[in-house]
């Protein structure tokens, strides 16, 4: 499947297992799992897609997105969800700095406000810089790449979780906790 396709099916995936299940008549449980069977056949509504090219795009996603469970009758969406559902993370110990990829436009308020979950579940850390700046690439050019004194703010008594596929989340950072030092 070529990668153009590959990226077209999981932003639809996306949509549907993250955003707007209703769109798509399908419903998330409480975990976020739907029906395999049902998301296929929700899909094939709009894209022309096989069960096979389904389990190619969950393995090949460059970021990992999707998971089945292991009978592959149920998937879901390792995160990013502005719907509400448990994803039953454990908490983790967090690297002792992670980072945040946004656009200067934004740097004013996350300095009054902190870094904020808006629309998601969660805020979303990068573990490495390159990471935070395809983040921050989604948002426009003029890049702006926040250092998150993580292990601070653990100490503190914050809560920090990892996705399954690697992205690190927590609830709020507040600007104490941020060092706005570096610009790219
Ligand atoms: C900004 C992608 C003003 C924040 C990525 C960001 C990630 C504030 C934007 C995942 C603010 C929200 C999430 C404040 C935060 N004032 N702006 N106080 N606090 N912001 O897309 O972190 O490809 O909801 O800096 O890889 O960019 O979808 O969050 O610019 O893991 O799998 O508000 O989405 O993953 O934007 O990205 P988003 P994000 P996927």
Known sequence: MDSRTLKHISKTMSLALRHKPELFGISLDENGWTDSQILLKALQKRLKISFEEMETVVAENDKQRFAFNAEKTLIRANQGHSVEIDLDLKSKIPLSILFHGTIEANGKSIQEKGLLKGKRNHV??????????????????????????SAEMQTAGFVFFQSENGVWLTDHVPSRFIDFGEKV
Do not use: C, F, M, Y
């Not at 979303?124 to 004194?149: F, W």
């Open 124 to 149: 979303h850390l990068s573990k490495d810089l390159e990471t935070a700046e395809k983040v921050a690439k989604r948002h426009g050019a003029n890049l702006l790449i926040l250092k998150v004194l």
